[in-house]
């Protein structure tokens, strides 16, 4: 089974995420004989094996039912059990366009940690990129080796048991792209440089959750030529879609005009007022006509939640390009 094709059967052995809620879903491995439970019911492997991916599967005793949704990154995402920290999606599709990231480009990260990001990466890159994965920590690159067989990523991810901080990733002349989430990603980047491939640009990210390890990595990557250093907070602004009763201003203008002619004190704005938000400036009479037909749905939350860590990303400048020098500058100009 493979999270990067789709299959329209689902057969014994196969992954699927049985989806109760947005907020409540389970991945299972297909085995006949055996039951899937929750409060509403009983649901039967042997119902589920034979339908389509995407049905609607009722329980056995009526009172309940389930999607059965094919796996995707962005789905295990959601459900994969967490060994540690993990990359969300916001984050992941930011990280994945500014790395250039597409077929047959190869990768590395470190550290593999839960694998969020490297499903995401593998099915991005697929089928003829590569994705070299290392990880510190004995068990969750064996575990991290086990899902990716699983989930058809056998072929496109090399796990690699290994400190890279240490002993660095001992590639040479090889990737288009390096993501590093890890406690010190500074002690990383020297190798990293070495396994770019050395006729093109690359791009490397450092994912940090503060600002003085953000600081520690521009510092490293400036001092080992990279350029473009560029760090971005990645925030998530929900827009509430809410209908808005439709306002004609016109009347309360007209009326405004109607009581100055006839010398009454204005209460123009105070009529005007009462249908904006209290901080909403007031519209002049052409901004009224030109809105006349416009109806407002949508708004934003006051405040911006969801910071997970700072992105520093940054461009690999191969040996052999030459460097624009702005030849306005003298060169021993201390200015
Ligand atoms: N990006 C991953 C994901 O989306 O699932 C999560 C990575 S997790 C926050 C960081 C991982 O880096 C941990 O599993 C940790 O064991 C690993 N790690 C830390 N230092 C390392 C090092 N020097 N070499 C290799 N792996 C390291």
């Keep these: ?31 006949k004989g ?7 019911g009983v649901y039967k492997h042997d119902d589920i094996i034979g339908k ?19 796996p995707t990154p962005e789905l295990w995402t959601l459900v994969l059990p967490h060994r540690t920290q993990i990359l969300y999606i916001a984050d992941i599709s930011f990280i994945t366009t500014l790395l250039d990231m597409k077929p047959g480009v190869n990768v590395i990260e470190s550290g593999t940690g839960s694998g969020s990001f490297s499903h995401s990466i593998a099915r991005t890159i697929a089928p003829t990129g590569r994705l070299y994965s290392f990880e510190y920590h004995q ?47 500074w002690d990383a980047v020297a190798s990293a440089k070495e396994a770019f491939k050395q006729d093109r640009t690359g ?11 953000v600081a520690r990595s521009v510092a490293a990557l400036d001092e080992h030529g990279f350029i473009d250093i560029t760090m971005y907070e990645c925030l998530i602004r929900e827009h509430t879609v809410a209908p808005i009763q439709k306002v004609d201003f016109s009347v309360a203008i007209k009326d405004a005009q109607e009581r100055k002619a006839k010398g009454l004190p204005s209460v123009e704005s105070v009529a005007i007022k009462r249908k904006l938000g209290k901080d909403e400036p007031i519209p002049t009479a052409k901004e009224v006509e030109e809105a006349a037909n416009l109806m407002l749905v949508s708004r934003t939350m006051g405040e911006t939640r969801g910071h997970t860590s700072y992105l520093t990303f940054a461009t690999f400048l191969p040996p052999s390009a030459t460097r624009i020098v702005d030849e306005s500058v003298p060169e021993n100009d201390s200015n």
């Excluded at 789709?6 to 389970?26: P, Q």
Aim: net charge neutral.
């Design 139 to 185: 068990d969750r690159a064996n575990l991290a080796q086990v899902e990716f067989n699983e989930h058809g990523f056998g072929d496109i991810i090399k796990m690699h048991h290994r400190d890279v901080c240490k002993d660095g990733f001992q590639m040479k002349d090889q990737v288009n792209a390096v993501f590093l989430d890890l406690p010190a990603p």
């Design 203 to 213: 791009k490397i990210c450092c994912f940090s959750p503060c600002i003085e390890q």
């Design 52 to 70: 389509e991916y995407g049905s609607k599967l009722v329980s056995s005793n009526y009172r309940g039912f389930v999607y059965l949704l094919h």
């Design 34 to 40: 055996t039951v899937f439970q929750n409060r509403f």
């Design 1 to 31: 089974m493979s999270f990067s094709g789709w299959k329209k059967y689902i057969e014994e052995g196969d992954l699927v995420i049985v989806y109760m809620t947005r907020e409540n879903m389970t991945p299972i491995f297909m085995k």
